[in-house]
């Protein structure tokens, strides 16, 4: 098992898609947390590292968010809300505002309540103003090559001069194999959440924080993963390979 290290040496297990498609669906329709929750948790932590990032002064930073239709995106679009309340300088692009999912829909209307700017997937592709953009597009459920509005986003954040983060996998990804298909956001961060996926090791010029979502270890027992809690002090945690380097 591919094991990743927390600054103070706790051992962290890298899994699969599949290993975490059978945690999510453990803690959806058993034990919980629901989905819901997660996603809000999620977009959380996801606000509180672009703070930690940006430094101070944050809010007079301009951040763009790319955000999906599905589970993802719902963290993204909760991240932009909670930047907006406040007092962030944040744009939100989505891919495709009509498909979005159920969760991520409730997502998007409370962020519509706020102060934080909405603009159009076509649109943002001639902005080069941001000094950071978040690829909030995929996360670990890619299937196949990245193509459309999703590409071009991908493309354009990649050709701009602005730092950036992945939420959970840098979308076009493969989140189990690390393969790339195509056109793939090139993240300076990843926040990766509930633990970090094994593609993650090919890329290893993006430093790798690990998001705690809610779920408790008796899920992950549940799914035959026995570790210790990394989140000692708190929700965030950067995680390392080599552990006598950092320990």
Same mark, same amino acid.
């Given at each position: 098992?591919?094991? =990743?290290?927390?600054?103070?040496?706790?051992?962290?297990?890298?899994? @699969?898609?599949?290993?975490?498609?059978?945690?999510?669906?453990?803690?959806?329709? +058993?034990?919980?947390?629901?989905? =819901?929750?997660?996603?809000?948790?999620?977009? +959380?932590?996801?606000?509180?590292? &672009?703070?930690?990032?940006?430094?101070?002064?944050?809010?007079?930073?301009?951040?763009?968010?790319?955000?999906?239709?599905?589970?993802?995106?719902?963290?993204?679009?909760?991240?932009?809300?909670?930047?907006?309340?406040?007092?962030?300088?944040?744009?939100?692009?989505? $891919?495709?505002?009509?498909?979005?999912?159920?969760?991520?829909?409730?997502?998007?209307?409370?962020?519509? @309540?706020?102060?934080?700017?909405?603009?159009?997937?076509?649109? &943002?592709?001639?902005?080069?103003? =941001?000094?950071?953009?978040?690829?909030?597009?995929?996360?670990? $459920?890619?299937?196949?090559?990245?193509?459309?509005?999703?590409?071009?986003?991908?493309?354009?954040?990649?050709? /701009?001069?602005?730092? @950036?983060?992945?939420?959970?996998?840098?979308?076009?990804?493969?989140? $189990?194999?690390?393969? *790339?298909?195509? $056109?793939?956001? *090139?993240?300076?961060?990843?926040?990766?959440?509930?633990?970090?996926?094994?593609?993650? /090791? &090919? +890329?290893?010029?993006?430093?790798?924080?690990?998001?705690?979502?809610?779920?408790?270890?008796?899920?992950?027992?549940?799914?035959?993963?026995?570790?210790?809690?990394?989140?000692?002090?708190?929700?965030?945690?950067?995680?390392? *390979?080599? +552990?006598? *380097? =950092?320990?």
């Amino acid at each position: 098992m591919e094991i =990743y290290f927390t600054e103070s040496g706790i051992k962290v297990p890298a899994i @699969t898609a599949e290993k975490m498609r059978e945690i999510d669906d453990i803690a959806i329709n +058993r034990l919980g947390p629901n989905i =819901y929750q997660m996603m809000e948790n999620a977009g +959380r932590n996801l606000a509180d590292f &672009v703070k930690f990032t940006l430094g101070r002064n944050w809010q007079d930073i301009p951040v763009l968010i790319m955000a999906g239709k599905g589970g993802n995106g719902g963290g993204g679009i909760c991240a932009a809300r909670h930047l907006a309340n406040h007092g962030g300088d944040i744009s939100l692009c989505l $891919s495709d505002e009509h498909s979005l999912s159920e969760p991520s829909a409730l997502q998007y209307m409370v962020y519509r @309540t706020t102060q934080g700017k909405i603009v159009k997937g076509l649109d &943002v592709l001639h902005d080069t103003h =941001y000094k950071l953009i978040i690829d909030a597009l995929i996360g670990y $459920s890619l299937n196949k090559p990245v193509t459309g509005i999703i590409k071009k986003l991908i493309d354009y954040g990649n050709s /701009s001069t602005a730092e @950036t983060i992945s939420l959970d996998v840098p979308s076009g990804v493969n989140a $189990s194999s690390g393969d *790339k298909s195509g $056109s793939y956001f *090139k993240a300076d961060k990843v926040l990766t959440l509930a633990l970090p996926k094994t593609g993650l /090791s &090919v +890329r290893d010029s993006s430093e790798i924080f690990l998001a705690d979502i809610g779920i408790p270890l008796s899920v992950y027992r549940e799914a035959g993963l026995v570790f210790t809690a990394p989140f000692e002090d708190s929700y965030i945690q950067k995680l390392f *390979k080599d +552990r006598e *380097k =950092y320990i």
